[in-house]
């Protein structure tokens, strides 16, 4: 028995739990796979893709987990555990190649978008699929995401077109490196 599902627990420090899939939107930093895809294509920059590109993930729109989690807060049962999903799985391919359409069509470049797509070696260990299941969110509190992918991205991009004051500084300061490669002096900070 864990701690959380003793019964004493549960009344002394009504917890709930929620998890949830890969989160999308504004605000997303741009190391992660979404905004330096859109930047990278903004500024013609080549669009790096792990392997083949058939990584599987589900994508959920930040303010679709948002609306979760407030539910979650309010009517949530203490001792459970929600998991919150988008119902929108993809290949990071299917990703990369949907930013390309709607950039393409946002902004036009001499050239498409996708033809930027160079795939690269797959990071060791890299997790084939990350899946979840949302039906209990569903069917006990109603939830339901309001966004799909296309929808969701289409936003994202649009955030991102419009918010260079907010990624710009970010950008400069990793130049699209990866934290977790950069040097262990170099103090990466956030604007306000």
Known sequence: M?????????AALPVVV???????GPYHFPEELIPLTILNALAGRKLPVYGKGDNIRDWLYVDDHVRAL???IERGEPGETYNVGGRNERTNIE???RICAVLDELV????PREGLIEFVTDRPGHDAR???DATKLENELGWRAQENFDSGIEKTVRWFLENQWWWQPLREQYDGQRLG?????????VPA
């Not at 929620?18 to 999308?24: A, K, L, Q």
Request: proline share 5%; with cysteine; glycine share 2%.
């Open 2 to 10: 864990t701690l959380l599902s003793h019964p004493d627990c549960r």
């Open 18 to 24: 929620s998890n949830c899939s890969n989160n999308y």
């Open 70 to 72: 407030d539910l979650i």
């Open 95 to 97: 990703v990369v190649r």
């Open 108 to 111: 036009p470049a001499g050239s």
């Open 130 to 132: 990350y899946a979840i």
């Open 181 to 189: 490669l950069a040097s262990a002096s170099t103090a990466y900070t």
